[in-house]
């Protein structure tokens, strides 16, 4: 029992003594305050798969490529090993990016484009506590774009905001977008609950994913040499589209004379074959226009590119 007057009439190095154990007291719950509140909520995006990828433009470049993309709107994951709210967090995220993009995200037992895990294991960078990892895998060049048919995410951190933070940082590094310069988007390398997804982020995502998801055959690199009544030619056949080419056949003809056709094989994307043909025959002795024509039996990104005209330049 204390009664008020001791305190005040007894020895005052009891009474500074108290006053010091109350300051460090204090000290040290607000030391634990910075730890939890300050740290914490400062965690460091990790963002593996990607350090082979060499950054040329910095401030306006928004992907680790040009125009990377999956081949459809429609893309597969599967997630493994994650806790409820991990899991939740990223179909939240699934939900989000749904609401604002042409995007749509299902779920496969198997062969899923996005790999989704969790760990709980703390992993460190600089003092900083990685909060997950995501990237593409699996890049293929196919014309204009970098095609992604594999990506990846590991959440190890649990979001703490209103929004799944976390999981739509790593679900837009899966998608191809790199960190972010600017501490208020949603891509800045590390979290808080005030960031936002950018609105280039989202236009950017409208514009590729507003691309029909076809194939683009695509005729190049023809040359030919004429003897006579003789052709020699060569030429190759891309798919610089977005998914597989069927078998397609390209026609040859000589000063708008048929002459003969030749059968190409499927194409995947960002494949090509090249075609050597020599000593064609012909009818025509004073040739003067080549002319290949490819053709395809389905809807192409581009039906342009389809044909080209040589002409005798002599
Ligand atoms: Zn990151």
Same mark, same amino acid.
């Given at each position: 029992m204390h009664k008020r007057g001791e305190y005040e009439t007894g020895n005052k190095r009891i009474l500074w003594k108290l006053i010091l154990n109350f300051l460090l007291i204090g000290f040290f719950l607000g030391i634990l305050f910075i730890y939890w509140f300050g740290i914490f909520n400062k965690t460091n995006f990790g963002s593996k798969g990607n350090s082979n990828f060499n950054p040329s433009n910095l401030t306006t470049r928004m992907q680790f490529y040009e125009n990377m993309r999956y081949a459809d709107s429609r893309i597969s994951y599967k997630i493994e090993d994650c806790p409820l709210q991990k899991e939740n967090d990223i179909k939240f995220a699934f939900e989000i990016l749904e609401n604002k993009t042409p995007l749509e995200f299902y779920s496969v037992d198997k062969n899923e484009e996005i790999s989704v895990t969790c760990d709980s294991h703390v992993k460190l960078d600089g003092g900083l506590f990685i909060a997950g990892e995501g990237g593409p895998t699996n890049i293929t060049k196919s014309g204009n774009f970098n095609l992604i048919s594999k990506g990846k995410i590991l959440l190890l951190r649990d979001s703490e905001?209103? $929004?799944p933070n976390i999981a739509i940082h790593e679900l837009l590094h899966a998608l191809g977008f790199e960190h972010s310069p600017n501490p208020r988007n949603i891509m800045y390398n590390i979290s808080n609950c005030q960031q936002e997804i950018g609105e280039d982020t989202i236009n950017l995502l409208n514009v590729l994913y507003s691309i029909p998801s076809r194939p683009d055959l695509v005729l190049e690199n023809v040359s030919a040499l004429v003897h006579g009544r003789y052709v020699d030619a060569n030429l190759s056949i891309r798919n610089n589209g977005l998914i597989n080419a069927k078998k397609s056949s390209v026609e040859f003809y000589v000063d708008d004379e048929y002459v003969k056709s030749f059968e190409v094989r499927e194409l995947a994307p960002g494949y090509g074959i090249s075609i050597e043909l020599t !000593? =064609?025959? $012909?009818?025509?002795? !004073? =040739?003067?226009k080549l002319r290949f024509i490819l053709n395809y039996p389905d809807e192409e990104l581009d039906k342009k590119n389809n044909e080209i005209e040589l002409k005798n330049i002599d």
């Open positions: 905001c209103k $929004t !000593n =064609i025959q $012909t009818s025509d002795l !004073n =040739i003067n």
